[in-house]
């Protein structure tokens, strides 16, 4: 890259180098879905070159014409025009060659495409329903919803997974040829999709949200990226009054919630802090509300599902005082969610809880039926629970813990305790 | 892994509670259910309540409530996982309905869930 040669030019460079991948993670996905809502799933692979070609363009003519004053619509306008240029060629390659050659016609004349507010949100809506197909494998579905709907890069999504960028080509490649064959009808999602495929498509969601709440990497904004763009998501399913139901709230309750400890969650180094050192003046309060409007609107019908049992945990969280009426409610939220649907975490956490709103002893004998031999959380929460009574116990346990552990955050976190 | 039910029966089930007691029992209840699907053994669960209860006699003739000449009522059940008989019977010790005199779990093999039928 061109090196500034002037503070005005550098400070132009700056900006643009911040305004660049903001604009390509919000922008490509809306181009690229409304693209695709318009030629036919199996012309993804165009949608996205039209959508690369576009930014190329701006790329070239920004730094010497200036930033547009609304980049979002210069940019919806180019993609337009390189559509429409793409067709006129098309067309002439047809009459001129493929007549001749006798070819079947890929794709049939379309209209224009169509970046209106509520076209995009449409276009966006059906590409969440579309990904969130239960054949396709769940990391699957998260690599193709980062790629197309985020405009997440090949990079970035192997980043925040800590894989390579071949494996997440495969994913995203696999995906799509199980969409291939997707079309989008006048109503997409109709009402029997919308009722068959929401809870999937809350689940791939949330999956989204938890890949960038646990994310290993090392990149503070990427996580919360990967957070945010899931928030998003479940916006989209709110501002729809066909998607809009209390599970989808629920679910927005819940990730305001733990986004709101963001800040308070890891250290200058990045190192995680837990629960109880974590700075509260470092909660955000607006998410926290936010979280809370959610979960009231959550509260309409009689349906609970595990969001709303999980965001009622994560409400209990948000409150510091450590009173048994808190512990003795996140207890009763864990059984609930245990009845609903079993995960070794919500056992570990049941568990924990109990010691909090009970006693250890009981918490320790609960934990030693579950006998999760395999998972270092287990021996981690064992060595917790011992750590007041049995000091050899706990240490043996945070030993055994250590060996399992597989990230050097969860070995650090794990030597803190031992020397703590 | 084998499927077995705890059904809950009652003596003198009907009598004057006060909610603080029904909100205990809940959470006991509950407590011990969590207790069981903590371990991922918990299966499916309900309470049957005696509102609206029919008992249907032989002769088809219908009566309210299987009150009266019963002396212990079905309260509810649930269906637990188990390797043996001897763990659902562990299962059921902690079962809160216990705590009342007379009261009893029953606990049955569920054959459907032995893969045989």
């Known amino acids: 890259m061109r090196k500034p040669s002037s503070i005005r030019e550098g400070y132009f460079f700056m900006q643009q180098q911040e305004l660049i991948p903001h604009l390509f993670r919000t922008e490509a996905g809306k181009i690229t879905t409304v693209l695709c809502k318009l030629y036919g799933m199996d012309q993804v692979e165009l949608a996205e070159d039209i959508t690369a070609d576009t930014f190329l363009s701006a790329m ?3 730094p010497y014409k200036g930033i547009p004053p609304n980049p979002a619509a210069w940019l919806y306008t ?22 001749e050659l006798q070819l079947p016609d890929i794709i049939s004349e379309n209209d224009d495409p169509d970046f209106s507010a509520e076209n995009i949100a449409d276009s966006q809506l059906r590409m969440l329903f579309a990904v969130c197909d239960p054949v396709i494998a769940d990391e699957s579905q998260i690599a193709l919803a980062l790629r197309i709907l985020c405009g997440f890069g090949i990079e970035e999504i192997a980043n925040a997974f800590l894989c ?3 494996v997440i080509y495969k994913r995203i490649f696999r995906a799509k ?15 029997v999709q919308i009722e068959t495929r929401s ?5 791939t969601i949330y999956l989204l949200f938890s890949e960038g709440y646990y994310s290993e990497t090392n990149e503070n904004t990427l996580r919360e990226d990967l957070c945010f763009e899931a928030m998003r998501l479940v916006n989209l399913l709110l501002e729809n009054e066909k998607t809009n139901n209390p599970s989808a709230n629920a679910l927005m309750a819940l990730m305001c919630f733990h986004a709101s400890r963001f800040a308070a969650r890891r250290d200058s180094q990045g190192r995680m802090i837990f629960y109880d050192d974590q700075d509260e003046s470092l909660w955000n309060r607006d998410l926290i509300a936010k979280g809370s409007y959610f979960f009231q609107l959550s509260s309409k019908g009689n349906e609970i599902s595990r969001y709303h049992l999980e965001a009622g945990i994560a409400y ?11 512990w003795e409610n996140i207890l009763q939220l864990y059984n609930k969610l245990l009845v609903l649907e079993y995960s070794p975490m919500a056992a570990l956490n049941r568990t924990y809880a109990l010691s909090k709103a009970r006693s250890v002893g009981e918490a320790i004998s609960a934990a030693e039926k579950l006998q999760l031999n395999d998972s270092q959380y287990y021996f981690t929460l064992l060595g917790v629970l011992y750590k007041n009574n049995d000091a050899e116990k706990s240490r043996n346990y945070l030993n055994r813990a250590l060996e399992l552990a597989k990230t050097p955050a969860d070995r650090d976190a794990l030597n803190r305790q031992l020397r703590g | 892994m084998q499927e077995f039910m705890l059904i809950f029966r009652h003596e003198n089930a009907v009598g004057q509670v006060s909610p603080e007691q029904i909100q205990q029992w809940m959470k006991q209840t509950m407590d011990w259910i969590g207790g069981i699907a903590a371990q991922n053994k918990f299966v499916r669960g309900d309470g049957l309540p005696f509102d609206n209860a029919r008992v249907v006699h032989h002769n088809k003739m219908v009566t309210n409530g299987p009150f009266g000449e019963i002396k212990e009522t079905l309260g509810g059940y649930i269906v637990v996982k188990a390797d043996s008989v001897d763990e659902a019977v562990e299962f059921a010790k902690g079962s809160p309905v216990l705590q009342g005199e007379g009261n009893t779990v029953e606990v049955r093999k569920v054959a459907r869930g032995d893969g045989i039928h």
Not at chain 1, 199 to 203: C, I
């Open chain 1, 60 to 62: 070239e003519t920004w």
């Open chain 1, 78 to 99: 180019v993609a337009k025009h390189k559509a429409i240029n793409f067709f006129t060629r098309k067309k002439i390659f047809d009459e001129k060659i493929t007549r």
């Open chain 1, 164 to 166: 390579t960028k071949e």
């Open chain 1, 177 to 191: 040829e199980r969409l291939r064959n997707v079309k989008f009808q006048a109503e997409y999602p109709d009402p």
């Open chain 1, 199 to 203: 809870e999937n498509v809350l689940r």
């Open chain 1, 316 to 326: 209990w969280h948000t409150i510091r005082n450590d009173t048994k009426d808190k």
